[in-house]
């Protein structure tokens, strides 16, 4: 399908009047899927992400197989939030789906002009896909050859999307973990079964064991992501402004209306996902140095307090999910994001004058 939208792409710079509502749709589709196959690509090709995925999983697992209810209880309300998140984008996707394969089909036909003052009816398609004969002539089989590239499409874009917003979103249950231990530092340390000092130097350990864990998954994903990240962030503000633009110098329907809206809320929801799961393990991962100032940190052994002291030190470098050498995974990013769509817009619609 990628291959036959870039064609399509190409063709469409080869001819003479380039139309901007043709382009906006070919690169709204070729962009998506784009980033969704170089995510795919380095899913199957880095052994060191299996490996990251691998321990997480292992890592939750011990988690809900621990006799701590109350780790499990944290644990289990970061789950059931991520994914109602996830339920509520998978929604928009859903919706987003249906539109594409079912508006093309109950839409009338448009009239243009070809060569010679001659006109022709041409009904819609769902992709802007390139076939090697005429599409409107074999009307059917283009449609549900769409059809089917819809589906490939729609299934690897949200199984890469869900995997990718639960991985940047695991270290924030494993913080929250930390950060409830720390609070709780003096409850935390009687599950180890030896004298004060020795329970408050092995709790401690423990801590820092998990922070460090965290710290080495985030580290392995930005080895790994750091540039698909990059290129994403690049071309998210692109793709999201081609899909306002599609309507610029057509006529304006309700269906249209309605595509152009669920595209835009789908889009803009998978970017918000990424940065708001990342902003939120960067802002935790400052908070625990408030949470050791909150706990009984002056009546531990002098060598805990030593550790904890050190502890803070390293919270004061946040832990960030990075867009290549060009920044962090922040809201702040995602209003560039943002800003730079409208400018993008307010562009093609001045080309499109």
Known sequence: MYATACIQLGTLFSEDDLSIKKLSENLTVSFINGITIARQLVIKSNAKFRKILRKAIESEQQIYDCEDEKTSRIYTRFARNVNRNVIRYLASLSILFIQFCVIPAITDPV????????????????????????????????????????CIAGGFLTCTDLLMVIM???????????????????????????DGKMNAHLAFIEIIKKHYDVIEYINDFNDIMALVALIDFLQSSIQVACVFTQILGSKVTFFTVGLVFSFFMSMIVRVFLYYYYANKVTSLSLDLAYS?????????????????????MRCQKPLNFKIGSFGVMSMQAFLSVLRATYSYMMLMYGVSK
């Not at 695991?170 to 973990?177: D, F, S």
């Not at 050791?292 to 803070?312: A, D, G, K, L, S």
């Open 168 to 194: 940047i979103a695991y270290p924030l249950g494993q913080l929250k973990i930390v950060q409830t231990n720390l609070e709780n530092f003096e409850i935390f340390k009687r599950k180890f079964r030896y």
């Open 292 to 312: 050791i100032w909150t706990c009984n940190w002056y009546e531990q052994p002098t060598e805990v307090i030593f550790m904890m002291r050190m502890f803070i």
């Open 111 to 150: 009239e243009i002009q070809v060569n010679n003052n001659r006109t022709k009816l041409v009904r819609a398609l769902p992709l802007p896909l390139w076939f090697p004969f005429d599409q409107q002539k074999h009307y059917t089989m283009t449609y549900f050859l769409d059809l089917l590239n819809c």
